[in-house]
RNA sequence: GCCCCCAUCGUCUAGCCAGGUCCAGGACACUGCCCUUUCAAGGCAGCGACACGGGUUCGAAUCCCGUUGGGGGUACCA
């Protein structure tokens, strides 16, 4: 299966509001408008919809261009790189919407409303309760300029508002949900410039979409609604419409409604999502990160970067959210997925978010990945915690090294290297799980005598690498007609102050017998001070 | 209200266009067992879906109609 060769080079956009936050289902239309360029050695533009922008626009779009920067989706034309159907910012494009609307007038595809808002109120309510769809009255609409200076004589005001056909059908063919039919009756007067002359979303869309010369309008499912008027607009501007397809929506986990990030609380609910928030949370913490719902949210891309995920792991999550090449091929990597994809593949029924599924590909990403690189992008959690120097010495490397290879799969994302504060922190900073301390070594009979004598055999080891210390541990069991569980957690306590972590061996073996010991015996110590020696 | 879209395991999906090989396949999650020094990981097994009702047909998850349910749109928002 393939999509139709297309006919005219591909050019295709994401057009996204400078909200300050890059949205996890915008990425997913936005990769799916990447691949699609790549794909067909086309153009992938991002033009910035800035046209109601209040706040500092520079401000507001810098971590949403981060966020395509650090997922690879790079961009061919746009903010930064330029291009030459700009600007690209549609604050600056507006003489060019004036221009349109002017156009659309002058053809007779637009008229200046003159009604004042609750006059269309009142029309509005009338065919409410006779229980009619409203059809605009275009009483107070201005065709002439003897209409003109007569309304404006009155002290009225316009809008210019879309002259929808009144008959017949519009038919759109999508690649996605294929043909849709609409009435044109059902269509709105659509405003298309307000009163103060600035112009709507719709209008300045098409207008840049046949400026820029798009080829393929691949966007979200929440559009399809408002093809019809946008067509509308492309026929009366003289430009057929762009090839088109609606992708399903990005749904909340174990629901069909749109993703959102105002809904934060509600999603911590689901138990698999606020586990990943969770996990997110804890590293941000560590690295003393302020967490605001507002930024720090599994719906924002910088959750992920600043949690240690691996870019292609979402992006290969991303892009089986509503879409599959077969019944079970997974992981794709990246150029596969370049070679792959085709929109005929797209699924039409929302797709919702699992926040499992992804740290599954995470996972599985992660392991992948040599040692080396896995300590390379376990080091910089380390410094920016501050637990080791920056840069990192060679000692400190080896050891993060050390780390990685014994934390093995337990590494999931690269913050989680903050979860193993043991190795770093100095002996007397170590943090205590009392409730593991009272089990293992305050309640648990002989266990303070058996550290005691394991400690002297520690301290006489030959060697200190994880299989020797395995070996002696072993022997010093077998000695005793014992298993290794009998010595095992009270050495972990005494030793890393948690009743978890990876292999024993490997964890005394990081820490060397210095501090093995040390560590052995302020356990020890710390036993004596609240039962008397024995 | 009106318009549009959608409907296979809890979730992502394969199969649907070209009806039989599907008492529906894979993955994630979940449950149990094995492994095991903890936690993970891994191995094995299990649970689990064609929304409903009519048609068409020898035969329907697949085609048609309807119902129900869900989603989106209906702004001088994007």
Redesign the pocket.
Known sequence: ?SDPTPAAPVRVRF?P?PTGYLHIGGVRTALFNWLFARRHGGRFVLRV?D??AQRNVAEALAPILDGFRWLGLDWDEGPDVGGEYGPYYQSERLPRYQAAVERLLAGGFAYRDYA??EEIQAERGVAEAA?E??VASRRWAAETEADRARFEAEGR?F?VRLKMPREGQCRLDDLV??E????WA?E?D??VQ???GSC???LASVVDDIEMRISHVIRA??????TPRQVFIWRALGAEPPVLAHL??V?EP?????LSKRKLDKYLKNP?FAGLFERGRRIAERLGHHVAADTFNPVIVDFYRESGFLPDAILNYLL?????L???T?ILAADERIAVFTLD?V??????F?P??L??FQ?RYMQALPAEERTALALPFLERAGWIASPPSDAERATVRAVVEAA???LKVAGDILDYEELFVADEALACDEKAFDKRLRHAAGAPALLAALRAALAAAPGFAAPEL?ALCGDFVAARGL???AI??AV?VAVSGK???????DLLSILGRERVLARIDRALARLDQTRPAS
């Open positions: 299966m057009a509001s919809d046209t109601d004042r808002p229980k769809p409203y005001g809008v949900r294929g849709v039919v609409t009435d059902a709105a659509h405003v307000r009163a103060d709507l979303y719709h499912e929440e559009h399809l609604s408002n399903p929506v749904a174990g629901s069909r409604v749109k698999e089986l959210l509503g879409w599959s077969d019944d079970k997974e593949r699924n039409r029924a929302p797709a919702s699992d499992a599924k740290l599954s996972e093995a799969e337990r395995e298993g290794l569980g095992v957690h972990r009743a978890v972590g990876f292999g024993l061996f």
